[in-house]
Each structure stands twice: as structure tokens, then as C-alpha cells.
């Protein structure tokens, strides 16, 4: 069974900083696209960023270009958000999902497209 495991969250201040990890178990995490996503309290959960299989594309929502980075290491097992200049509205809980990298990249901001999901890891962004 898949488990994805994420951590680093936490309380920080506004133009803070903070790099999430989700830790994958009982898979292949190299045959994997990942993803994150995130809810704001009150609001439906949303596209983060995305990494392919190999790492060699990525993509990003509108709100978080230029601030937030993801990356993997497949060695590792890991992937990573490195969230800079953080602001109260990316205040949410985030969470890592992954599918098979036979799926189509071209879904990667599409959430009934991931198989194995986190259960979340809480960022709060003091003002």
C-alpha cells in the first residue's frame, strides 16, 4: 500500500520561509508524478506545483510562481516544496499526491487525477 508522508509545516511570518517534505512508502516513488496541493480555511483545495517522474518538468499555480519551488529525490524517496516570501493568503494545509507516470503530464493540476494522497501538513503565515 502507498503511504505518502508529509512534514515541515508550521508557523512562520510573512516574507518568511519554509520547505515541506512528503515522504513516500510501498511504491515506486521513481515511476511517480507528484504534486502539491492546498486548502485555505473556508475554500476548496487547489493546485500548488507539480514535478514529472524524472523531474525534468515542473509546473506551478499563478499564485505561487517565482516564490515556490518543488523538487524530488528519487533516492530518497522524497519530494520537496520550498516555499520563499510566504504571505498570510498561502496560509493552508498543504498535501502531496502522486500517480502512475503513465498517466498523461498533461493532467497534472487535476486532483481526481492522483491516486495516492497525504493526509496534510498545516502552514500558518502570521501578518
Known amino acids: 500500500q502507498v503511504q505518502l508522508a508529509e512534514s515541515g509545516g508550521g508557523l512562520v511570518q510573512t516574507e518568511g520561509s519554509l520547505t515541506l517534505a512528503c515522504v513516500v512508502s510501498?511504491?515506486?516513488?521513481?515511476?511517480?508524478?507528484m504534486a502539491w496541493f492546498r486548502r485555505a480555511p473556508g475554500k476548496d483545495r487547489e493546485f500548488v506545483a507539480a514535478i514529472s517522474w524524472t523531474g525534468a518538468l515542473t509546473a506551478y499555480a499563478e499564485s505561487v510562481k517565482g516564490r515556490f519551488t518543488t523538487s524530488r529525490a528519487n533516492a530518497r524517496n522524497t519530494l520537496y516544496l520550498q516555499m520563499n516570501n510566504l504571505q498570510p493568503e498561502d496560509t493552508a494545509d498543504y498535501y502531496c499526491?502522486?500517480?502512475?507516470?503513465?498517466?498523461?503530464?498533461?493532467?497534472?493540476?487535476?486532483?481526481?487525477?492522483?491516486?495516492?494522497w497525504g493526509q496534510g501538513t498545516q502552514v500558518t503565515v502570521s501578518s
Open positions: 510501498g511504491g515506486t516513488f521513481d515511476r511517480f508524478h
Open positions: 499526491a502522486g500517480r502512475a507516470f503513465s498517466r498523461s503530464w498533461r493532467d497534472y493540476a487535476l486532483q481526481r487525477a492522483y491516486e495516492h
